[in-house]
């Protein structure tokens, strides 16, 4: 079996779910007919009576003063609507997701390789596409701002945003810092207790949420004044809270409606076409659809905070850790998207899931004039793990220790404190699940005799028929939070509606979840089932008439709007028992919902729901707030900062081609807990897809940023795993629920992405014996051409 | 230009074809058949793969006046009789699909797969859709789909004997 479950020995309560199609179950995702029969529709598929193509003039130049932009020509093309500059934007200008920083279009300078300058309407791409080409814009090109010694010496080199520009808030090229002292910090006293010291650089390159639906969507203008937009978002509500000022128009004014999404990986989080499309729908009064080119994806969305890091372990003779030091660079680029949060994470995280005594941690983001990075899956936890899990294994070799050994001596549990003091109240089997990866069989070896050449390093290419290749194996786990941190109060809102539709009782979910593929609609309507004992129920389209659902990122989504769909239901469930008892008299206090019934526990059935229910539809709303969290402290980073804790535990087999620098991963697997799996298939699903990701990381997946410029905005030349790069992937959860989580789940998308990266690295290192401080690992790397 | 050609059986014809327009293009625009997706618009993805005259192709590189007189048959044209064709049952059964935007095009190279050799081997599998990019499921359940899609074609087959 590729895929265990492992169950805890405590469950919190049984379930009961009269339907297989309940919770726990895997029932088949209700938008998978759609999709396979290709009548799904994308954002990319929307079309409109009379519609208009949008498209963004974009900066050749990371950094540079625009001396003058002159439009003529391009409003001159027959089929031109509009040309658009900052100058025309009726309301505020500014937007962002933390920091109101980014210019809707750019004012007078441009900070980024790919900034959008000017936005044109046109009656077909290609008429757009010509006029884009027409617009003339005189720069003032300045030497970018790109390294860290650069971004750090700002009388020197300059601002990315100048002191007295709007928004800046004065630190420099410093976006965001956040400092940690644990224990007693790292002192000379400290550093004297351990016997044995290891201490390293880590480079992490810039990483592609590379989603395969292009940024897209359609703006409609409507007859209030107001605009609909319809567009592929990882959250609704505060896409809406961005656009309306920009459009200069109340938020109520502005409705949105979640359209087809194909993935998002945290790429969607900030905002893409949506101004710009309803900027344009605005001025020309016509719907307008902007769909991004892959090229213009990469330019269009920030990507993984490249990183620079710093680590140093202690540890005694016997491989207990005394210490750890870290100072962790990632670079923010040219706006601030979800620098801060990431670098919350990256600061609380980044020490991994240890217990360590002495702790201090510096993380900072930079602002500079390479690509804004922001939110990707895993979000600041990623870069740290690959840092300290190659600390592990260092300290293992220098100690001559195993090294899951080594992990599983100094792993944490419930009741451990993390570094910023918060003690881990729910289970945390950081040992266990090592021990899982470490117990699986391992795939058999290289058979030189029944060799296919096609599984080897190389594949389809027929590089080698055996020679040169070695085999070596890694492990590694990793720690990310689960839901929005640092006292953020991310609630998630759910209406349900339970009705008597032709002879049945139907439920109806409403909420505006962003449904990225990730399955929570699927989970909405197992909990729908599960609470109100009705097999059928539907699932209203996504959108802003209904209150937040938050966003589509931080392994939330299940937790936190699944658990606002189950409160609902249950509140839903209360009226409908309510109801009972004034018709009936009811007095039994063991009555639930189960199968179409109300059914005392003890008497048996009292109703049927139908019955009961009559004419009349219950329809309620809830909203689901997670425990209050607060923020860290700035110099200690102290504080009870995070949701939930989630972990992972990878081992990797890989195949190197040592004469030619190729990889080929053998085997990646995976142990999670993941709480309890309300959707097995969907869980697995997510597990192998963050693992592939991983991979991905490890071993080609950069965007190559050279003095401020991207050079590979391409499939053909940004690689991602293809399914001969990917392995087979088997999956071992472990369901140990946590009592503050809606049925004890625990987030589940990102932990795997966070560690099995690491994993495979560790391999490559044990098959050649080189060290590997970057990642991704390339070619030159192990062949010594670097 | 005026382009005619067979989609899925029904004659079409597309008016007012600008020259550089893909294959994709008039597909998805101009003749109401978006399922082909557009995901990069350069070969690489294969989200947007079809049947032209029977070969899976990159719709995405194809000249839309190259199809004039042709037959196309997209991932709308996989069904079976109205009903749901087995390669696009078994994604739905494994869990084959996330975000969906790949499957389009990784329904039509399995189908086309499947023609070919109906027990195909894993690295068949694997060699037969490596131009399939697909950011969501890590392959596996792909691979199961496939498998499955497999076993209920030759199971079909051999009860047909």
């Known amino acids: 079996m590729s895929t265990r479950t492992i169950q805890g020995q405590k469950n919190l309560q049984d379930i009961r779910t009269g339907s297989p199609d309940g919770i726990g179950g895997s029932p088949l995702r209700p938008d998978g007919t759609l999709k396979v029969k290709g009548e799904f529709a994308y954002s990319s598929d929307l079309w409109h009576e009379d519609m208009l ?39 505020t200008k500014f937007y962002g997701l933390e920091i109101q920083d980014q210019p809707a279009l750019a004012i007078d300078k441009v900070r980024y390789h790919g900034e959008a300058i000017a936005i044109v309407a046109a009656d077909h791409p290609e008429t757009a596409r010509r006029a884009v080409k027409k617009i003339k814009v005189e720069y003032e090109v300045l030497n970018p701002i790109v390294t860290e010694e650069q971004c750090l010496d700002p009388e020197t080199y300059g601002y990315v945003h100048e ?60 007859e209030d004044g107001g605009m609909d937009l319809y567009v592929a978002t990882q959250w609704l509500h505060v896409d809406r809270q961005q656009v309306a000022p920009v459009l200069g128009i109340p938020e109520e004014k502005l409705r949105l409606t979640l359209a087809g999404v194909g993935g998002a990986f945290g790429g969607r989080e900030d905002l893409s076409m949506q101004i710009h499309a309803c900027l344009l729908a605005q001025r020309t009064g016509k719907p307008v659809k902007i769909v991004y080119a892959r090229d213009e994806s990469f330019f269009g969305h920030v990507h993984r905070h490249p990183a620079k890091m710093y680590y140093e372990h202690g540890a005694t003779r016997d491989g207990k850790l005394v210490y750890a030091d870290a100072r962790l660079v990632l670079d923010g680029g040219a706006y601030a998207s979800a620098s801060p949060a990431v670098v919350g994470n990256a600061a609380s995280l980044g020490h991994g899931p240890y217990n360590i005594p002495n702790v201090r941690m510096e993380a900072i983001a930079l602002y500079s004039n390479n690509p804004s990075c922001g939110a990707m899956r895993g979000f600041g936890a990623v870069q740290a793990c690959f840092g300290y899990e190659t600390q592990m294994d260092r300290l293992a070799a220098e100690l001559g220790m195993d090294p899951v050994e080594l992990r599983q001596l100094n792993a944490m549990s419930e009741g451990d404190p993390m570094p910023t003091g918060q003690v881990i109240d729910s289970p945390a089997p950081v040992a266990r699940l090592l021990q899982i990866v470490k117990d699986r069989p391992l795939p058999p070896p290289l058979d030189l005799d029944n060799l296919d050449v096609r599984t080897l390093p190389g594949a389809l290419s027929n590089t080698s028929h055996g020679e040169g290749i070695v085999r070596g194996v890694g492990y590694s786990v990793g720690i990310k939070n689960v839901g929005f941190s640092e006292g953020f109060d991310d609630y998630s809102t759910a209406r349900v509606r339970l009705e008597v539709i032709g002879g049945e009782p139907v439920a109806m979910v409403h909420t505006a979840m962003a449904e990225v593929g990730q399955g929570g609609i699927t989970v909405h309507a197992q909990i729908a089932r599960t609470e109100l004992g009705v097999e059928q129920v539907t699932i209203h389209p996504a959108n802003t008439e209904v209150g937040s659902a938050g966003s589509t990122s931080a392994s939330r989504q299940t937790y936190m709007t699944g658990g606002a769909v189950k409160y609902a239901a249950e509140a839903v469930k209360a009226a409908l028992i309510e109801k009972g008892r004034r018709r009936y008299g009811w007095t039994q206090t063991d009555i639930i919902l189960l199968g179409g019934k109300v059914i005392s526990e003890a008497g048996g059935p009292l109703v049927s729901i139908v ?125 140990l629920p946590d009592p503050n989580a809606p049925y004890g789940l625990r987030g589940v998308g990102e932990a795997p992405t ?33 | 230009m005026r382009v005619t050609f067979t989609a899925n059986g029904k004659p079409v014809e597309a008016d007012d074809v600008w020259e550089g327009e893909s294959l994709l293009y008039v597909l998805r625009e101009r003749v109401g058949l978006p399922g082909s997706k557009n995901a ?34 997209t991932v709308e044209g996989l069904d079976e009789n109205g009903e ?41 599998i694997r060699e037969a859709l490596s131009g399939n990019l697909c950011r969501c499921t890590g392959y596996e359940k792909i691979m199961d789909a496939v498998r499955l899609a497999s076993a209920r074609k030759c199971q079909k087959a051999g009860a047909s004997e």
């Open chain 1, 53 to 91: 193509w949008g498209m963004a003039l974009r900066s050749p130049h990371p950094r540079a003063n625009i001396l003058s932009v002159d439009i003529s020509e391009a409003l001159k093309l027959p089929g031109v609507y509009a040309v658009l500059t900052h100058e025309d934007i009726p309301g």
């Open chain 1, 163 to 222: 002191p007295h520009e709007f928004k800046s808030h004065g630190h420099g090229n410093i976006c965001h810092s956040q400092k940690l002292v644990h224990g007693g910090g790292v002192t000379d006293e400290i550093r004297a207790l351990a016997d044995v010291v290891v201490k390293g650089h880590y480079e992490v390159g810039m990483q592609d949420q590379a989603f395969l639906g292009p940024e897209s969507g359609l703006a409609v203008p409507a």
């Open chain 1, 611 to 735: 019955d009961l229910l009559g004419d009349e539809a219950i329809d309620l709303t809830r909203e689901h707030h997670h425990r209050p969290t607060v923020p860290f402290d700035k110099e200690t980073g102290q504080g009870f900062g995070h949701v939930q804790y989630t972990f992972c535990a990878n081992r990797a087999v890989v195949d190197v081609d040592v004469e030619l620098g190729l990889v080929k991963v053998v085997e990646l697997t995976a142990a999670q807990d993941v709480g309890k799996a309300l959707n097995p298939l969907s869980v697995v699903g997510q597990i192998q897809g963050g693992c592939t990701q991983a991979l991905g990381l490890a071993v080609m997946e950069e965007i190559i940023v050279k003095d401020g410029k991207v050079r590979n905005a391409s499939f053909t030349d940004y690689l991602i795993p293809t399914i001969l790069d990917t392995p087979p992937i088997p999956v071992d959860i472990l369901e």
């Open chain 1, 754 to 786: 966070v560690s099995a990266t690491p994993s495979i690295v560790a391999a490559i290192r044990q098959a050649t014996g080189i060290a590997l401080n970057r990642i991704p690992v390339r070619p030159e790397h192990l062949t010594g051409t670097l």
């Open chain 2, 40 to 73: 990069c618009e350069q070969g690489e993805c294969g989200s947007c793969t079809v049947y032209l005259d029977g070969t899976p192709v990159c719709s995405c590189l194809v000249a839309a006046g190259q199809v004039q007189d042709r037959e196309v048959r």
């Open chain 2, 84 to 124: 749901l064709g087995l390669v696009q049952q078994a994604f739905i059964d494994a869990g084959a699909v996330q975000c969906g935007f790949c499957t389009p095009g990784l329904l039509v190279q399995t189908d086309a797969l499947l023609e070919q050799d109906a027990q195909p081997s894993d690295t068949d």
